[in-house]
């Protein structure tokens, strides 16, 4: 069984620029989460989608920050536009129901210069 | 706000040694606490989930503990080899603001050494 697919796995922009992530959760998984990892720090969550829903933005910086999972399946995450302190890894997971075990992608780690 | 440590930071041991990882959080009201390892430049592998119910899980020469009224977990990994070498992350899962969630601690960072 494939695993969650992200991609890009490494992005280095100016900052100003726009930037995308996509992923692709493990299939049947209804529950797609996207986390931040700061350099020597746990992920945070950002987003967390039921099927096509975001139902937990809550830590979502809306200014700048906007996520999509249009058919409840793949998920694209935009920053537009970037800043400095943005430069992180950002993970995805999913798992069959907000209530299971998570499962992580390999992440983007972004560089903002 | 629940906040999870981890302790130590890092760690370094020699092959073969048995050792203990440690995990606290503030909030005893969790679901269940769950034990992460990331390798550099990837993405994290759960290693053991333990229930709130549950006192303990085992996976090979791994187990987890779990002792909820004192705040505390602690990962113990018998007979360590280099490939052991990682960071490890727990993470307790919560409810707050009306949806349930992961909180991470910064994670301990392993090496075991040939």
């Known amino acids: 069984e494939a695993g969650v697919v992200q991609s890009p796995r490494y992005k280095i922009i100016e900052k100003k620029q726009p930037v995308a992530f996509w992923c692709n959760p493990i299939?049947?998984?209804?529950?797609l989460y996207w986390y931040l990892q700061n350099l020597g720090q746990g992920p945070e969550l950002l987003i967390r989608y039921e099927n096509e829903e975001a139902v937990d933005d809550s830590q979502l910086p809306k200014d700048r920050f906007s996520a999509e999972r249009l058919k409840g399946v793949d998920s694209t995450l935009k920053i537009q536009p970037a800043e400095l302190g943005d430069s992180a890894v950002y993970l995805c997971?999913?798992?069959?129901?907000?209530?299971?075990?998570?499962?992580f992608g390999p992440g983007t780690r972004l560089t903002v210069t | 706000k629940q906040e999870v440590t981890q302790i130590p930071a890092a760690l370094s041991v020699p092959e073969g040694e048995n050792l203990v990882l440690n995990c606290s959080f503030t909030?005893?009201?969790?679901?269940?606490l769950q034990w992460f390892r990331q390798d550099p430049g990837k993405g994290l592998t759960s290693l053991l989930l333990i229930q709130s119910s549950q006192r303990e899980q085992t996976s090979g020469r791994l187990n987890a503990s779990l002792d909820k009224s004192s705040g505390r977990s602690t990962l113990y990994i018998a007979a360590s080899q280099p490939g052991d070498s990682a960071t490890y992350l727990c993470a307790v899962r919560i409810t707050q603001g009306g949806s349930e969630k992961l909180v991470f601690g910064k994670g301990t960072k392993l090496t075991v050494n040939p």
């Open positions: 997971a999913s798992s069959l129901f907000q209530e299971n075990e998570q499962y």
């Open positions: 909030d005893s009201a969790i679901y269940n």
């Open positions: 299939s049947g998984h209804n529950t």
